[in-house]
């Protein structure tokens, strides 16, 4: 349930099925992704408009030479569904132009699901040998999470999905200290039916949003994400207010503050670590916070557990942990069994906080789901924070879209009602 892991996605496409390999249904599903209740969706019945054959070749090319910085005589991993053929097979002939060396790895929602329920629970805690292989001799990593199906492990047993979960950490946590640079694609914008749904749009405005995310100007975007990142590594105390009653104040002092802008540049890959990663479409910047200093509460109007409602869900934040937790909806009993069956604590430590900069990508005015990246958004969650610069490599984690809300650091509005102010 925490941030999509493009390494995890690699090792399932190649061999099992991982715990963390749902990441794309349960970026909005499992990680409880706010939708709007009050506000009927547009239905999603537009035709979608299909990209070129020159948009893919070119986004090919992009995501190669400029996301991902290939170099001749690097292994390079792409992974996705089959329905992406042309974009994966694209992606490939681009490396080899570079003298780079590609692995193409397809999967589907059919075979990530047999994966699970038809597998011998016995094999639940063992490590992906291949993954860790992998992590090993792989330079770059390319992920499509473009996943089809919001309620793909729906009836699973929750001791199980924590278990496999466990098992993953080794594999996740060898790509990130190898130095491999991982690039995903999707980042919770991925165009599909059930996604416009939440956002009260069609797909093809979906999809419209998606490719507008993805062509913007990258180089303008970091130049922006440098500025913004400069204001918030200068402060200390954020304060989180939204009309929904979420209400958190955190430190951030000394905290390494990070930028997805679309590229991993050079001065990147001399950071290492965290740094290493593009999520696509770009536009965050993010941080953690200082260790036992969040408190508050974060409220949750409706959110989504395998396509099933919770309504008014509750985190109650003192020194830096969730403490207590409330819910209702069909999907609330299933969603805390879930959680419940993770029994390591650092599921439980606040990780947190990303701010959205793309100015290219826009959710309908009158839409309570939230995303990552439109410039104003406001995300936080729990467990899971090595992608954020943090050091807890738990893969669970809960995942909090608030869109519309006021934030100041040191006292000075940084968003006022979901516009961004620096």
């Known amino acids: ?69 290939v170099k001749e005589g690097e292994v390079v991993l792409i992974s996705g569904r089959s329905q992406d053929a042309e974009l994966i097979e694209n992606i490939a002939v681009q490396v080899r132009k570079l003298g780079a060396f590609p692995l193409v790895t397809y999967g589907s929602d059919r075979m990530s699901r047999r994966m699970f329920f038809d597998v011998s629970d ?75 749904e939440r956002y009260g749009m069609t797909e093809a405005q979906l999809a419209d949003a998606f490719w507008k995310g993805l062509n913007i100007d990258y180089a303008q975007l970091q130049a922006r994400g440098e500025q913004i990142k400069a204001a918030i590594a200068a402060g200390n105390e954020l304060h989180i207010t939204n009309p929904n009653g979420t209400d958190l104040k955190l430190q951030l002092k000394d905290r390494r503050v990070l930028v997805s802008d679309g590229i991993i540049s050079p001065e990147d890959q001399k950071a290492g670590g965290p740094s290493l990663a593009a999520f696509l479409p770009a536009g965050e910047v993010y941080t953690t916070p200082v260790p ?55 599921k439980n430590e606040f990780a947190f906080i990303d701010f959205g900069i793309n100015p ?39 995942i909090a879209f608030l869109p519309g809300s006021t934030v100041t650091l040191d006292g000075k509005p940084i968003i006022e009602k979901g516009v961004l102010k620096l």
Request: include cysteine; glycine fraction near 10%.
């Open 292 to 346: 036992g200093t969040a408190a508050g509460k974060v409220v949750h109007t409706r959110t989504y557990f395998r396509g099933k409602p919770i309504d008014n869900m509750t985190l109650t934040i003192e020194g830096g942990k969730i403490t207590a937790m409330t819910g209702d909806g069909p999907g609330y009993g299933d969603f805390k069994a879930e959680y419940d069956a993770v029994e390591d604590p650092r």
């Open 360 to 398: 290219n990508v826009a959710l309908p005015a009158n839409s309570t789901v939230g995303t990552w990246v439109p410039a104003g958004a406001v995300t936080v969650g729990t467990g899971s924070n090595t992608w954020a610069g943090g050091d807890n490599s738990v893969p669970y984690g809960v």
């Open 122 to 196: 016995k094999y639940d805690t063992q490590t992906d040998k291949l993954g860790l292989e992998l992590a090993d001799i792989a330079d770059v990593a390319i992920g499509l999470n473009n996943g089809t199906s919001e309620n793909l492990y729906e009836g699973a047993d929750p001791k199980r999905m924590a278990a496999r979960g466990k098992s993953d950490e080794a594999v996740s946590q060898a790509f990130l200290n190898n130095g491999v640079r991982i690039v995903e694609v999707g980042n919770n914008l991925y165009p599909t039916p059930w996604r416009a």
């Open 1 to 69: 349930m925490n941030r999509p892991l493009v390494a995890a996605a690699l090792a399932v496409a190649v061999c099992t099925a991982l715990a963390a390999c749902q990441q794309q249904p349960s970026d909005e599903a499992a990680s409880a992704t706010p939708a709007t209740a009050a506000t009927p969706a547009t239905p999603a019945t537009a035709a979608v408009p299909k990209p070129s054959a020159t948009e893919l070749e070119q986004l090919a090319e992009r995501l190669v030479s400029q996301s991902a910085s």
